[in-house]
């Protein structure tokens, strides 16, 4: 088992599951990165907004998948979802989830 795997889990399952629900991704990195490249069809919010953009998300009806740079920022915007009752997963780094789509 790789450090990775160890830290954020072996998500892969959880994740078909709720692409399988038409879960929306949210990347939670800044414009700059977001700029630079994203997973097509994302949805882009900074960390620091999610906490602000509650009622938005919940409108959405859609689990959500959080994805950052390494998994860190992601599973920070997870936990605040989840605080909030939003059934929501952290996908970790966006390259990576990109590959698990």
Known sequence: MG???????NNTKAIQ?????????L???TQKEWDADHIDG???MPLQEVSAKIATIKNWGKPI??????????GNAASV?????????NGGGWK???KKL
């Open 65 to 74: 998948i959080t994805c950052c740079a390494s998994g860190v920022r992601s």
């Open 27 to 29: 990347d939670v990195r």
């Open 42 to 44: 994302a949805k882009h």
């Open 96 to 98: 990576a989830l990109q």
């Open 17 to 25: 599951d709720f692409k399988n629900r038409d879960a929306v991704i």
């Open 3 to 9: 450090l990775l795997n160890f830290l954020f889990g």
């Open 81 to 89: 979802l989840k605080n909030n009752g939003i059934e929501a997963l």
